[in-house]
């Protein structure tokens, strides 16, 4: 099973000018810890995680302590994170360096990047373009819909490639905390989604693309107080 097989296509971005305060309530509408920054032609230039926009809240004139001591400190560096905690747009709190996965990289190694790196996603990049992006939430999915995960079959990936078109096409927009999975010709549902109808039209679509075996559907619904 390779990296193709378990990420999740529709990621929320955001543009390098994008205000800091507009980043915070996304990952708050979104309920997700790192938004990937892509340029207009989708070629990714970084990432902004809850710990970069941490960093403004613990920039306090406590912590940055006396004029003298910073002094000390090199001149480059200060100034870098000057710009990290009191820059206003998604260009100036963003890490630039940015671990990336292939599509063909086998979710073994994506799973040995997330724990080496102590990082929760990691992009999924084709030709320096951003195309997915995977979360341990995603690699625990595919491990729980089949014991064991060796490289998905050419009719899995076909049938799952079937089902995203058919949601595009249908005009179903599912939330990019909603992953599919398939294995042995069994289509996965994994996620939240905000009501039961969007849960239906999700299964729905499965069931009718051609070659699908099943769908097991694990989808959660929200609570309509968690709605934001």
């Known amino acids: 099973m390779q990296a193709r097989d378990v990420m999740t296509r529709n990621v929320v971005t955001v543009e390098p ?13 979104k309920r ?21 926009l941490m960093r403004r809240v613990e920039d306090s004139p406590a912590r940055r302590g006396a004029w003298w001591l910073a002094m000390l400190g090199i001149p480059e560096e200060r100034a870098i994170e000057y710009v ?24 073994g190694r994506v799973a040995q ?4 790196e102590h990082i929760k996603r990691v992009p999924v990049v084709e030709d320096g373009r ?11 999915r595919a491990i729980a819909s089949r014991e064991e995960a060796p490289a998905a079959g050419a009719d899995d990936r076909a049938l799952r490639e079937r089902l995203l078109k058919e949601l595009e096409a249908a005009g179903l927009e599912y939330h990019p905390y909603v992953n599919i ?7 996965h ?16 679509a499965a069931e009718s693309v051609e070659g699908v ?3 097991d559907s694990h989808l959660a619904i929200l609570p309509r107080t968690a709605h934001l």
């Open 189 to 204: 549902l994994w996620g939240l989604v905000s009501t039961k109808a969007e849960a239906e039209a999700l299964r729905v």
């Open 181 to 187: 999975v398939v294995s042995d010709g069994i289509v």
């Open 84 to 107: 990290r905690t009191r820059g206003r747009r998604a260009r100036d709190v963003m890490t630039r360096h940015v671990i990336t996965v292939t599509p063909d990289t086998p979710i």
């Open 130 to 140: 951003l195309v997915g992006i995977i979360s341990r939430a995603d690699l625990l």
């Open 32 to 52: 997700i810890s790192g938004v990937p920054v892509v340029e207009s032609d989708g070629r990714l230039v970084g990432i902004v995680s809850e710990g970069d």
């Open 113 to 116: 990047l997330l724990e080496e």
């Open 17 to 29: 000018d994008t205000p800091v305060t507009e980043i915070a309530r996304l990952l708050l509408e």
């Open 213 to 215: 075996r099943g769908v």
